[in-house]
Nanobody
């Protein structure tokens, strides 16, 4: 069973930065594709970014492209999401996800989920 634990969320002002971390256990991280989703109040869960098991391939949602960097350190079983130029519309609970294959942008088809970490961007 894969366990994913996020950290790094918090309150930041518009234009600020945050780095989210996700530590995985239960399976060797290098066998998993990983990514991030988010869910704002009253909205559906949406894809943010994902990274292949090797780290050689990344992709992100248009809404965050150019403002986020996803990376991973398999030796530390940890994935990161560096978020810059944050906007109030980035306010959401951010979820770390993992799967044995490429992360699907549809959350219904993603196997493993963390509990989430709150990110709040004030205007």
């Amino acid at each position: 069973q894969v366990q994913l634990v996020e950290s790094g969320g918090g309150l930041v002002r518009t234009g600020g930065s945050l780095r989210l971390s996700c530590v995985a256990s239960g399976l060797t991280l290098s066998t998993l594709a990983m990514g991030w989703f988010r869910q704002a109040p009253g909205k559906e869960r949406e894809f943010v970014a994902a990274i292949s098991w090797s780290g050689s391939s990344t992709y992100s949602a248009d809404s965050v492209k150019g403002r986020v960097t996803i990376s991973r350190d398999n030796a530390k079983n940890t994935m990161y999401l560096q978020m810059n130029s944050l906007k109030p519309e980035d306010t959401a609970v951010y979820y770390c996800v993992a799967d044995l294959s490429r992360i699907n942008r549809d959350p219904r088809y993603v196997r493993y989920w963390g509990q989430g970490t709150q990110v709040t961007v004030s205007s």
